[in-house]
């Protein structure tokens, strides 16, 4: 088993360790109640001027290309096996012999400091970068303790899920440096390994019309998730999911494969993406030039009917209903249900090694993209191109600072290159043997080489990969080209939003929320949904809060599609 697939397991357990999803949307609370907002959102002209310019890598050549998809989608490649000799992409060694600092958040056993590992990372990169991972459980209260003594250290990762929290808005430009006049337009050509970064990753590592974070885990085509079935127990009924072309299409094949004599039901929870059959808004669309809050949307209130009579149906498992989604993957392998809503990050290696471990036929395949009424053009909205992001503080000198931006560069390394092999598996022989499917990690390997530690500072754009399960790579990349035709960048995408404290209950909105939990569980009827939307919009600060979006983000910044 790879470190790739390590590192990509980590993305979406990161995700559940946060309670979010880890690509959402990068939203963040200003400290206090005031009207004035540190940190937020860029203009156009600013954004402009500020980004980097493109430059897409060559030095690999992947077995799968990317294929180019509505509204600037960009798939990521794909690799049957790791390439037998890795190339160099960084000719020179880049440091000039600097000491830093950086802190990185992991959930894992933390290694030895001064491990073989780190010794032969700080010699490639000419300089001593001395990493001290966090306990990712905690991290959330050690990052502000760092920043409220302003003791960060030179260079530190913070997800993007908990922006709020480390009020990352009122940080940039204070706490963390401007990398915008070293970065900024054709000047990051000095790094070409950061060049190669989709440039709506850079503009998620915004604030105030300055570059401030370097992204991590980048895609040009990240999706929230899809809905999966399982593939081989479609073909051994002979069952045909393309013919799945509407709602009521998918109903229909749950009838016939629910039998819950024999403890087989069709659907395990389905709500979250709906809004790829039926079309409603990640969170706002817009009409007539104003904002409309997705719950106000048609398509929400169609969606949530639907769910609440497949709730009744009989034909979701049990447990889903009854909200125990810990073991939602454990009844897709066992076959108890055959068809289940997941992030992206589901369908990979682990996936595929925990389903045959359960049932050696398992093969997890994905739905093509289908609207509610089967005429319809589906609709599948993209996250943040990234969702974690690096910084370098703000007390650097700009030698300092142009030290850090090449050994960034060294670690966003294409796939497979020499570079990238050092930094996700370490030194072969001692960290890693290389076998057919490419390096495996030793015992010392595992200890030592924490993915969670110098790709978490920078690493090269995503890449599909799956060493043991080459099918499942070939499968994913023929889906991702098909869905890439119905993808669409949503109001605000890419957009740091400094929302102030006074909205923040009406952002959240719980209680909307744990009612349209309770309707699609089949709990509560969709007319107790339309009372809470009510509720929400008034005395709730709902239309407080679409107001406040419509006059401080859209009619100043604009939309960001």
Not at 72 to 97: H, I, M, N, Q, R
Not at 280 to 304: D, R, V
Not at 440 to 454: E, H, I, M, R, S
Request: proline content about 6%; hydrophobic content about 40%; charged content about 15%.
């Amino acid at each position: 088993m790879s470190s790739e697939l390590n590192r990509r397991t980590f993305v979406t357990g990161a995700a559940a360790v946060a309670g979010t999803a880890a690509l959402a949307p990068l939203l963040a609370a200003c400290g206090g109640g005031g009207s004035k907002s540190h940190g937020g959102t860029n203009s156009k002209s600013g954004s402009a001027a500020a980004l980097p310019a493109y430059m897409p890598s060559s030095a690999v050549h992947p077995d799968i290309a990317s294929t180019s998809g509505a509204h600037d989608a960009l798939t990521d490649p794909g690799f049957l096996k790791y390439p037998a000799s890795p190339v160099k992409s960084v000719t020179e060694v880049p440091g000039a012999g600097g000491h830093y600092t950086a802190i990185t958040p992991l959930w894992a056993t933390v290694p030895a400091p001064g491990n073989a590992f780190y010794e032969a990372m700080n010699k490639a990169l000419g300089a001593t970068l001395t990493m001290k991972p966090g306990n990712g459980n905690t991290y959330n209260t050690t990052i502000p303790t760092l920043t409220a003594a302003r003791k960060l250290p030179d260079w530190v990762q913070l997800p993007g899920w908990w922006n709020p929290l480390f009020k990352v808005g009122e940080l940039a430009g204070t706490q963390l440096a401007d990398l915008t006049p070293y970065l900024a337009g054709d000047k990051i050509k000095k790094y070409p390994n950061l060049a190669a970064q989709p440039t709506g990753a850079w503009q998620a590592g915004m604030w105030q019309d300055k570059l401030y974070g370097i992204p991590t885990f980048a895609s040009g085509f990240a999706l929230p998730g899809q809905y999966y079935y399982r593939g081989d127990v479609f073909a051994s009924k002979g069952i045909n999911a393309s013919d799945v072309r509407s709602a009521d299409d998918l109903v229909s094949l749950g009838k016939e494969l629910t039998s819950a004599k024999a403890g087989v039901w069709a659907f395990d929870d389905v709500w979250q993406y709906t809004d790829q059959i039926f079309g409603y808004a990640q969170k706002f669309t817009i009409s007539g030039g104003k904002l409309m809050h997705k719950y106000e949307q048609p398509e929400f209130i169609e969606a949530l009917n639907w769910c609440y009579k497949l709730a009744k149906s009989g034909l979701m498992h049990p447990d889903a209903l009854a909200g125990n989604n810990n073991d939602a993957k454990t009844r897709f392998f066992a076959g108890k249900t055959l068809i289940v809503a997941d992030g992206q990050g589901a369908w990979n290696e682990a996936d595929a090694q925990s389903g045959t471990a359960a049932d050696k036929n398992y093969r997890r395949a994905s739905f093509t993209p289908f609207s509610a009424d089967g005429k319809a053009t589906p609709q599948l909205f993209m996250n943040p191109s990234s969702g974690m992001f690096s910084y370098l503080n703000a007390k650097l000198k700009p030698a300092q600072i142009e030290e850090c931006l090449r050994i960034a560069n060294y670690l966003a390394a294409p796939f497979g290159t020499a570079e990238y092999t050092l930094v996700n598996f370490g030194v072969e022989g001692v960290h890693y043997t290389r076998g057919a499917n490419g390096p495996t990690p030793t015992k010392a390997g595992q200890a030592q080489v924490q993915a969670q530690t110098f790709p978490f500072l920078a690493t090269a754009v995503n890449v599909i990969n799956n060493p043991d399960f080459p099918q499942l790579t070939q499968d994913r990349c023929v889906w991702n080209s098909e869905a890439a035709k119905y993808a669409y960048k949503p109001v605000f995408w890419n957009m740091n939003i400094t929302v102030p404290s006074r909205f923040a209950t009406a952002d959240a909105a719980q209680a909307v929320e744990d009612t349209i939990k309770d309707v699609y569980h089949g709990i509560k009827p969709v007319s107790a949904f339309q009372d809470a939307l009510s509720t929400w919009k008034g005395s709730g600060g709902g239309d407080r809060l679409v107001a406040w979006y419509q006059s401080t983000v859209l009619d100043k910044f604009g939309s960001g599609q």
